[in-house]
């Protein structure tokens, strides 16, 4: 450890002693310390104790207290967009003052970052609220994810020793506090367009002016952004807003000129910030650029319309959002011929013709977008091809996006006609986007007597189709609906890019997938039973165990910790609460030490308790009456594993009630005191998330606490209306976030209120399960939210707040008017441990981890040291081997029981997922049942094959190798690149699902070979295409279109995008012989010139 010196000349003690706390470094928290600076002990007593103190010598000796997002916020409201912009607010004491300087230095600035383990990003400083106990700055683009917040002041970084609490100075970036952008409408159109955004603002409040928006706690819609431009919600001119605005609707005018490629966003004040757009709405641009708002220029009028076939006439442009900037270049074309720009400004460009091409076209190009022909009446699948638009009689229209929505509902036929002209030669399928009959045709050049149908209402998908670069080709798209509204568009999916699916949906990546397909069968056992009562004998055993802490097991589960002497009543509710006894009862007496536990006879014959304790005296058990079985009732081993006993003389017994009595032997476990609220009175809600329950191959003691499955999420009472004061749940926790319990409290007088309250709550976030209960009441109580008067609750709604990267798993909620049977308090002191207490957590036992004690082959609690030694657990606790846990795993979806009563007989169908082979069913009692085996379970593919791709063979690939080690195998090869692999299935045949993840655009197909090692006989191995990687343009938009013409075309492109041609025929131009001066005689008389010939100006 460095030394630390003080102001006193003197060096720090470390470590030293203060108030309970042991410090390494220096503290603000000494004593006579009103202003936070660091100090330390320069002298300890023999204790360490701090006598005598002294200041720090330190780089910096500023200080942060806590940090919000809202002015004069508290530490709690941490929380905000995940696409930045937050400004957040960071107290203490001795920054940095002055935050302005025009000359960059170091011993003037305070620098904030944001940390998440070893990721840093700077939070941008909004210096102009700067003072010596205050920062601002605004968080940037942030991954969901908590962030310690970190301050540099003069260049130094404060240690987190100088911070009040460094819980209060974190930054949740989080998709709750991140306001949406759901649609924007249109995504193409002119500059100083109008734009209509919907989606969830979080606030309707865009001025202070606005009722009930005057506050600075109210957020407030600031900016709403073009790119860099702004987009006003009020009109400048008239100080009206365009509509009403709503927290999921508005309408802002786009204020500038510029033309080209935009993303909007907006910015939400406090704790919010900048919004997040729906990947839905990135579209891609021609030239593979993403956006969301595309603006193009507009041509009004061309002056003249015709001019000399040898070129030189002077062409006036008039239009709009033309640029004079050398950032976005004018280019201008007549019939595909460039013409000379002379001068230009936003609304007017002159240029010179040129000469007229030598070579005569019946068509030419247009501007952006396409023609749109309607005409009433509707035309059959079969007549559609040979139909012909309505012209010069039907309504003609253009269209930026390949895209038509009827406004009627009556009958309809419509054309979308133009040229597709795309700026990469690549390889494209068409979509033919539709709700009625429709055909889709496609020229191989220019020429509409070229086409040929590529798509229609039936097949709307067409062949892959080559298209070269800056090539017009010409597009015929007709639909037509008898009723209704029809919908008409062209769709495509462009197969060459280097884009992947990261921001926009619209960018497709490539997905395929190898499938191991073996003939699967289920184990199925037939069970045909005999019911004989009789009056039995019931099992009675002697328990004798010191006065100690000590354990009861039965079964493989252990009962709830008992301690000292206790009676047989409490001895009798802790066995009768074990999920191997229940819902069937034992008896318990006891003398001194000795207790008596009479089994049901319904039992039998039953194995001999065990018991763990902290006694240095084994504790001895003993059976004194052996019991034989009366027959009234049956229950079934499997593998080791008994059900509950069924009744079939005197209950009415379902099909249903077979299917859950078979499926516990594959769930785990709980005592009844925790998830029974048959059996338990005092529970009033219970929530254990098994309906619907859906699980794979993860181990079940992830997936759930209590029986197979588990809520991922943070709510754990929704709508309960019953008292109860006390919550219990199961947690497991992937970080660190959690802090609090929201909560939603009913409390019930002359009149009905209700709170919502918060409660500090700080889970054991290691990623297991863990079993808590909360007096919710007492709680309350204590932080002054209820009044004492008050004597129960009812809790109606409860979460975790910050559920980050969904990090949360809930199990087993219950809301209750007392605790569990034997309820423990692990956060309290440690259960699962040795009398010695040398074991480790975790330990490793037969190849498998433990963080709790496990059981051994003979049902006794053990743990292991760090030489892995096992010892015998003293104790253990719900979390360890007070559940019981399955001998093997359903494959999921597998398990089937059928029940007849008549015939006395329950089949059952059902695979483990680790595909070992079940044990045949055995009865208890022995005689009352005959099994027999129908089909034996499948077992688990074996094998390899060969993978080819690319023309590269990449041999001997297990049948079951793990997703993770056929990535690796696969991605250190740069044909593939990074994949994202997933396996799915079971060990029977398993399937893989292979995205490439950074190598953009579609690739060849994955074929498999050499599957001749694969067992069992008949299992194969085949690769399948499950999505075409590419780029998806729906609709086809303005840049890639161009409207077809019969006269040559005057088009503007600015920035390299193409303008609309406003109105029929405005952009025509000819090169007429009429409009050609000609010369027929040149005549020289001495000094004179004589020309003579046509079309000369006067």
């Known amino acids: 450890m460095c030394d630390v010196s003080t102001t006193s000349g003197s060096s720090c003690i470390f470590p030293f002693n203060y108030n309970g706390v042991t410090y390494k470094t220096c503290t603000i928290f000494g004593p006579n310390n009103n202003a936070f600076r660091p100090q330390c002990a320069i002298t300890v007593n023999s204790n360490h104790t701090a006598v005598t103190w002294s200041i720090c010598e330190v780089p910096t000796d500023a200080v942060i207290f806590y940090s919000t997002v809202r002015k004069g916020g508290y530490w709690t409201q941490n929380g905000g967009s995940t696409q930045g912009g937050t400004m957040i607010w960071i107290y203490g004491n001795r920054f940095a003052q002055n935050g302005f300087n025009s000359v960059p230095s170091i011993s003037n600035t305070n620098i904030v970052q944001l940390v998440d383990g070893y990721s840093v990003y700077d939070c941008e400083m909004h210096n102009d609220k700067t003072t010596n106990t205050q920062l601002t700055c605004y968080a940037p683009s942030l991954p969901e994810s908590v962030y310690q917040i970190r301050v540099s002041v003069n260049g130094y970084l404060i240690p987190l020793y100088q911070y009040y609490d460094t819980k209060r100075a974190l930054f949740a970036s989080m998709p709750s506090q991140t306001p949406t952008i759901t649609n924007i409408i249109p995504q193409s159109g002119t500059p100083q367009s109008l734009i209509t955004l919907i989606g969830s603002f979080k606030t309707l409040c865009y001025s202070r002016d606005v009722d009930g928006c005057a506050q600075d706690n109210n957020p407030l819609i600031s900016r709403i952004y073009v790119g860099g431009h702004l987009c006003n919600v009020i009109d400048q001119s008239t100080g009206l807003i365009y509509a009403n605005v709503t927290d999921s609707r508005l309408i802002c005018k786009f204020e500038d000129n510029e033309v080209g490629l935009f993303n909007i966003s907006m910015i939400v004040t406090n704790q919010y910030g900048r919004s997040l757009t729906s990947s839905n709405l990135y579209r891609v641009s021609a030239d593979e650029n993403l956006y969301t708002f595309q603006s193009y220029a507009v041509i009004s009028s061309v002056t003249p319309n015709s001019g000399s076939t040898q070129g030189g006439t002077l062409l006036t442009i008039n239009g709009n959002y033309f640029s004079n900037s050398a950032s976005y270049p004018l280019v201008v074309q007549i019939g595909g011929e460039p013409c000379t720009i002379l001068s230009s400004t936003t609304t007017t460009i002159q240029c010179q013709t040129p000469i007229a091409p030598l070579a005569s076209q019946n068509q030419y190009q247009g501007g952006r977008g396409l023609q749109i022909f309607r005409t009433s009446g509707s035309n059959t699948q079969s007549t559609l091809s040979s139909s012909t638009p309505p012209t010069p009689t039907g309504t003609v229209s253009w269209t930026d996006d390949a895209l038509f929505v009827s406004n009627v509902s009556s009958a309809e036929t419509v054309w979308l006609i133009g040229f597709v002209r795309v700026l990469k030669t690549a390889t494209f399928t068409f979509i033919l986007d539709s709700n009625g009959a429709a055909a889709l045709f496609l020229s191989t050049d220019d020429s509409p007597t070229n086409k040929v149908l590529i798509a229609s209402a039936t097949s709307n998908q067409s062949t892959p189709i080559s298209l070269n670069n800056n090539t017009n080709y010409y597009l015929f798209c007709v639909g037509s609906r008898s009723s209704g509204y029809l919908r008409l568009g062209v769709q495509a999916r462009m197969h060459e890019t280097q884009l992947t699916a990261t921001t926009s949906s619209l960018v497709l990546n490539e997905i395929q997938r190898i499938d191991v397909n073996a003939t699967v069968t289920s184990d199925q056992q037939q069970l045909t039973y005999t019911t004989n009562p009789s009056n039995g004998t019931s099992e009675v055993q002697s328990l004798q165990v010191d006065s100690s802490t000590f354990q009861i097991g039965f079964r493989g589960v252990y009962t709830s910790i008992q301690t000292g002497q206790p009676t047989a009543a409490t001895i009798q509710t802790a066995l009768n609460d074990l999920p191997t006894i229940s819902p069937l009862t034992v008896s318990v007496s006891a003398t001194s030490t000795l207790y008596l536990i009479t089994f049901p006879a319904e039992m039998g014959n039953v194995p001999l308790l065990t018991c763990i304790s902290t006694s240095s005296n084994t504790p001895n058990i003993t059976e004194v009456v052996q019991g034989v079985a009366s027959g009234s009732k049956i229950a079934f081993e499997l593998d080791g594993q008994l059900t509950n006993y069924i009744d079939f003389v005197n209950s009415n017994v379902t099909q249903a009630d077979i299917y859950t009595i078979i499926n516990d032997l594959f769930i785990i476990q709980c005592p009844s005191s925790i998830n029974n609220a048959k059996l338990t009175t005092s529970i009033v809600y219970l929530q254990d998330f098994e309906t619907n ?33 006390y919550l219990c749940f199961a947690y497991r926790i992937l970080n660190s976030y959690v802090t609090s319990l929201d909560l ?89 441990q040795s009398n010695s207490s040398l074991c480790v957590f975790p330990f490793y036992y037969n190849g498998s981890s433990y963080t709790t004690c496990t059981l051994d082959n003979n049902n006794i609690p053990i743990c292991a040291d760090s030489t892995n030694r096992t010892y015998q657990c003293r104790s253990s606790s719900i979390e360890g081997v007070r559940r019981l846990y399955p001998k093997h795993q359903l494959s999921y979806n597998t398990l089937q029981v059928t029940y007849s009563s008549a ?170 012989s009429s409009q050609t001066p000609t010369v027929s005689s040149i005549v020289k008389s001495s000094m004179t010139l004589t020309i003579t010939g046509t079309g000369f100006s006067t």
């Not at 003691?701 to 709508?719: P, R």
């Not at 029977?988 to 655009?1001: A, L």
């Open 693 to 725: 329950c859906i699980y794979d191959e993860t181990s079940i003691t992830t997936n759930a606490f209590c029986g197979q499955c588990s809520l991922n999420g943070n709510t754990l009472v929704n709508g309960n209306n019953k008292t109860g004061n």
């Open 744 to 832: 939603g409290i009913q409390i019930n007088g002359d009149t009905t209120t209700t709170l919502w309250p918060s409660i500090s709550f700080s889970p054991n976030a290691d990623k297991l399960w863990h079993y808590t209960c909360i007096d919710i009441r007492a709680r309350l109580l204590s932080q002054s939210s209820i009044d004492s008067i008050v004597s129960s609750i009812v809790i109606t709604y409860a979460w975790l707040n910050d559920n980050i990267k969904k990090g949360i798993y809930i199990d087993a909620v219950s809301i209750r008017t007392s605790l569990p049977q034997g309820y423990e308090d692990v956060s309290l002191y440690p259960i699962d």
């Open 903 to 1072: 015939s006395s007989q329950i089949t059952t169908n059902f695979r483990y997922s680790d595909c070992a082979r079940p044990t045949q069913f055995v009865s208890w009692p022995s005689s009352s049942a005959t099994v027999t085996s129908l089909s034996t379970a499948s077992g688990a593919a074996t094998g390899t094959f060969d993978l080819v791709f690319n023309s590269q063979t990449y041999a001997a690939i297990p049948v079951s190798i793990s997703a993770a080690d056929l990535a690796n195998r696969l991605q250190a090869s740069s044909d593939f690149g990074f994949l994202n692999v997933k396996r799915l299935g079971d060990c029977t045949g398993y399937s893989y699902i292979i995205e490439w993840i950074t190598n953009g655009g579609q690739k060849s197909a994955i074929s498999i070979t050499n599957t001749g090692s694969v067992a069992p006989s008949g299992t194969t191995v085949t690769a399948s295409r499950v999505q075409s990687g590419g780029v998806l343009f729906k609709p086809l938009s303005g840049d890639m279109t161009r409207t077809y013409q019969t006269n040559p075309q005057v088009e503007v492109l600015v920035g390299g995008y193409p303008s609309q041609c406003s109105g029929a025929n405005t952009c025509d131009f000819q090169w007429l």
